[in-house]
């Protein structure tokens, strides 16, 4: 065991929980002034239910032992068998802190979803939906690409998530903007961000944590982690500069909130390359980032769909990006364990992500789709008309975010 390796994820560990927090700012000022806290809380509570199932059996489904490619064993259900010791996870730091720190992406990536759905969906029915897509749709893909499954078997490459947290939140979220259906009053009324400065706030947490979701899943304080922290830095704020850009051009003024949907066009699309490129690909992927989100942002108002936050603009063509300009510009120059790319003479490996990523996408539509049935006949998705009307702060919560 190296101390040094277990200080660097204690850190990372904790950076990355910050970013659930800092996630619910991002939406919280994104959102009405009347749904302020059902959005902040959404993702909040994600901290808490999460946390648990993943102690039950999360954690077992995601690494334990494999069976058939597909999903892990019931070895490590209750945290049976893991321990402070070596783990088969890493040969540096304690099996436990692999687990905790798993356990904060886990955490985050239902969260992502709630940004789609934002200001409609009753409170008892987002619970239900957590805990089921994390049950079997978050855990079954982390498995398929980290814990010993069939993606990671076939030589996909996902240094931090791209895959089966960005890619797969967005297909989740797809369908429940669709089948949960418009806000009342959606291209009628208003619906402008009420607070940019907690949003901007809330990017800049998130851009913190990202160093550690995405250094930290080098899992040792080495080069790695030096290169993951570095890609992230230049990706982003690439993301930042060509949403700007391009809204300047196109829109006339370069605005706040670009900035940071930008920033996060970029943090989403080097994570899942964060440690297989080099700082100029980097570049090269977030530039690309910023332009194609922003663009699909538009797009969404012409396809008619309301994903109020714009997670499958950002996280889905983002993520999907990120995970084939993997394929096109990973280099075993910059990381010896990963693979070369197709601009480094390996075509085979486009066609690797591309797979990984399509076969994410078929399964989190269908299954998420399914599941919002379940829930919608079990409790009911959508809050009533007038709680809508009335802003679910207190219709689900009966607390009121300012009072001036």
Known sequence: MNSGDTAFMLVATAMVMLMT?????????????????????????????????????????????????????????????????????????????????QLMFAIITPALITGAYAERMKFTAFLAFT???????????????????????????????????????????????IVLGKRKGWGRESMHPHNLPMTILGAGVLWFGWFGFNAGSALSAGPIAV?????????????????VLAEWKLQGKPTTLGAASGAVAGLVAITPGAGFVSPLSAIIIGLVAGVICYLMVLVKSRVGYDDALDVV?????????????????ASTA????????????????????????????????????????????????RAEQDDEVQGLDVADHKEVGYTL
């Open 313 to 329: 603009a950002v996280h889905g063509v983002g993520g999907l990006w990120g995970a084939l300009a993997t394929g096109l510009f």
């Open 227 to 243: 290169l993951a922290l570095f890609t992230t830095q230049v990706a982003t704020g690439a993301g930042a500069i060509s949403w």
């Open 334 to 381: 910059m990381n010896p364990d990963g693979a070369n790319g197709l601009f480094f003479g390996n075509p085979a490996q486009f066609g690797i992500q591309a797979v990984g990523a399509g076969a994410t996408i078929a399964y989190s539509l269908v299954v998420s789709f399914l599941i919002l049935k379940v829930v919608d006949l079990l409790v009911g998705l």
């Open 131 to 177: 805990v089921l897509w994390s049950t079997l749709v978050y855990f079954p893909v982390c498995h398929w690409v980290w814990g010993g499954g069939w993606i990671g078997e076939m030589g996909a490459l996902d240094f931090a998530g791209g895959t089966v947290i960005h890619i797969n939140s967005a297909a989740a979220a797809l369908v429940a903007a």
């Open 21 to 101: 927090p800092g996630l619910a700012l991002f939406y919280g000022g994104l959102v009405r002034s009347k749904n302020v806290l059902s959005t902040t809380m959404q993702s909040f509570f994600c901290l808490g239910i999460v946390s648990i199932i993943w102690v039950a059996y999360g954690y077992s489904l995601s690494f334990g032992p494999d069976v058939g490619g597909l999903i892990g064993n019931l070895k490590y259900v209750g945290l049976n068998n893991v321990t402070t010791g070596i783990g088969p996870y890493s040969d540096t730091i304690p099996d436990l802190l692999f687990c905790a720190f």
